[in-house]
């Protein structure tokens, strides 16, 4: 599992000339890092007289956090199996029209989930974000600076994750596959873009 | 060592109630990330028949992504101790007028070192999304997307850095050191915007 290398190693493992982990794994990692110091954030608004209002609030945050830290932990690891996955296909025999046609559906499947890990990430990060919002706006003022530091992070997962959903549109045949896929990017962009602007002008550093 | 440790060990101690490693480790973190992402896309170029033309400047890159990478992890133990300190700075006692004085002057020396590793961590970081750019433009088209996570995430450190910068400013009494870091932040952020515009642009994922 790479979350249980340390980080000098899958930073290592990152940099060489192995395609997987890559972009998309970073994405996750990026996302798993926000929704950490999201919790980071709520944990110490937790248990302060001056935040009693927000207690609940905060625990539950806190929970969601954790969840979503596991999940892109997750994430990162599919990423990088999707990944290796088409790789695979792209290997298969294509002597006889029958294995030509067998290989390119497989190349077509399994190009498709890999882009949708990605758009995952994508999805999960803007949820972290809004998250992150509700630690800038009600959390500890001392960790502002760390809850807006969560929000940019998720945002920069929700653009990479974007970047590796749209690297693989160009390969992918199926026509309402590819206008679904497109729909969601320009609404979870958008999001993403209105949250950030709406956000770091309410964190206010 | 904070590098040390796993993924998953690092992310939980990021995300508990302790507030170093915080804001400024993770935007290390993210510097690394994308040091290592573009030495990845460097590596994938090295080697190729038709990227024979940019073979140094890859060999190049790649040794100097490597450098970044390393020397964020170092920039993120460093960020933890800073803030450490200026958490034992605030505990010195102060019965006396002498000891107040002396906690005050610690107190603003720790500060002052607190805001500077996180300005290192952004000026670094602007440095690698002008590597990641290189890559974006010369390295293997395959691994565009890659390079442009590499990019996004320089920028998330850039930005993450300075955030830690800012949070520390309403604390320091030295108005020369505050003149000199807010002029230091006005042109990094001013680069860093431009610099992102114009590189995603080339990217055209």
């Known amino acids: 599992m790479l979350s249980d290398m340390s980080l000098k190693e899958f930073l290592e493992k990152l940099s060489s000339n192995e395609p997987a982990p890559g972009g998309g794994s970073a994405a996750a990692l990026a996302g798993s890092i926000a929704a950490s110091l999201g919790c980071m954030v709520a944990n110490l608004t937790i ?21 979503y830290r596991d999940k892109f ?12 996955e088409v790789i695979e296909a792209l290997k298969l025999p294509k002597s006889t029209e029958e294995e030509k046609k067998a290989r390119n559906e ?23 974000m809004e998250l992150s919002g509700v630690t800038i706006e009600k959390g500890y003022k001392m960790a502002k600076s760390d809850a807006a530091i969560s929000l940019v992070m998720a945002k920069a997962a929700v653009e990479g994750g974007l970047y590796n959903v749209k690297i693989n549109l160009p390969s992918i045949k199926d026509e309402d596959f590819l ?5 969601q990017i320009e609404k979870i962009e958008g999001e993403a873009n209105t949250l950030e602007l709406r956000l770091l002008s309410k964190a206010n550093i």
Chains 1, 2 share one sequence.
């Open 106 to 128: 497989k190349i077509q499947e399994k190009t498709k989930k890999a882009t949708l890990v990605p758009l995952q990430i994508a999805k999960d990060a803007l949820e972290v």
């Open 47 to 67: 248990g302060k007289k001056k935040y009693e209002e927000v207690e609940e609030e905060m625990k539950n945050l806190k929970v969601k956090f954790e969840e």
């Open 179 to 183: 206008r679904d896929i497109n729909s």
């Open 73 to 84: 932990l997750q994430l990162m690891e599919e990423d990088a199996e999707a990944f290796n």
